[in-house]
């Protein structure tokens, strides 16, 4: 497939995993609260049998946090492959840079966004943790192709 189309393609999952993600740090805070405890209650079921009010209010904490890294964690992999895509022949380095950048903004407007509405609220720890798994996984996904571009590199040699 030509890179033009993959580009488009992946442009077009960015730019739905961003919508995605709008629309969950959009909702207000007592529709994020019940969507959120509704799945914490099947996990304690699962996980526990039956739960306590404080053992329930841990996990479903813990459950918000594990969305902010795994929605990160997949939004940092489609930004890689987007700026791996558009700027292919630009180095690594730069590649790497470019979506480190991105999901960096990206993460911290994404909590300031939650700052009109009703029971959310900024929290630059969020903002951190958001941006810490979109990069993890960057640097993982740039950190692999230049162990691939060392062993084409040596193999050429030889």
Same mark, same amino acid.
């Given at each position: 497939? *030509?890179?033009?189309?993959?580009?488009?393609?992946?442009?077009?999952?960015?730019?739905?995993?961003?919508?995605?993600? @709008?629309?969950?740090?959009?909702?207000?805070?007592?529709?994020?609260?019940?969507?959120?405890?509704?799945?914490?209650?099947k996990v304690a079921v699962?996980?526990?049998?039956?739960?306590?009010?404080? *053992?329930?209010?841990?996990?479903?904490?813990?459950?918000?946090?594990?969305?902010?890294?795994?929605?990160?964690?997949?939004?940092?992999?489609?930004?890689?492959?987007f700026w791996d895509l558009?700027? @292919?022949?630009?180095?690594?380095?730069?590649?790497?840079?470019?979506?480190?950048?991105?999901?960096?903004?990206?993460?911290?407007?994404?909590?300031? *966004?939650?700052?009109?509405?009703?029971?959310?609220?900024?929290?630059?720890?969020?903002?951190?943790?958001?941006?810490?798994?979109?990069?993890?996984v960057i640097l993982l996904?740039?950190?692999?192709?230049?162990?691939?571009?060392?062993? *084409?590199?040596?193999?050429?040699?030889?």
């Open positions: 497939m *030509q890179k033009r189309i993959k580009t488009s393609i992946i442009s077009i999952i960015m730019i739905g995993w961003l919508l995605l993600m @709008w629309r969950l740090s959009s909702a207000d805070g007592t529709e994020t609260l019940e969507d959120s405890m509704r799945v914490t209650k699962w996980l526990l049998g039956s739960a306590t009010e404080g *053992q329930l209010d841990h996990l479903n904490m813990v459950i918000r946090k594990l969305a902010h890294v795994f929605l990160y964690m997949i939004f940092g992999l489609i930004v890689s492959i558009l700027w @292919w022949k630009h180095r690594l380095w730069t590649r790497a840079i470019l979506a480190f950048g991105c999901c960096t903004v990206i993460a911290f407007i994404d909590e300031l *966004q939650k700052i009109p509405i009703s029971g959310r609220h900024f929290s630059a720890s969020e903002s951190m943790l958001n941006a810490v798994s979109a990069d993890g996904y740039f950190l692999f192709l230049w162990i691939i571009q060392l062993y *084409q590199h040596r193999n050429n040699r030889n």
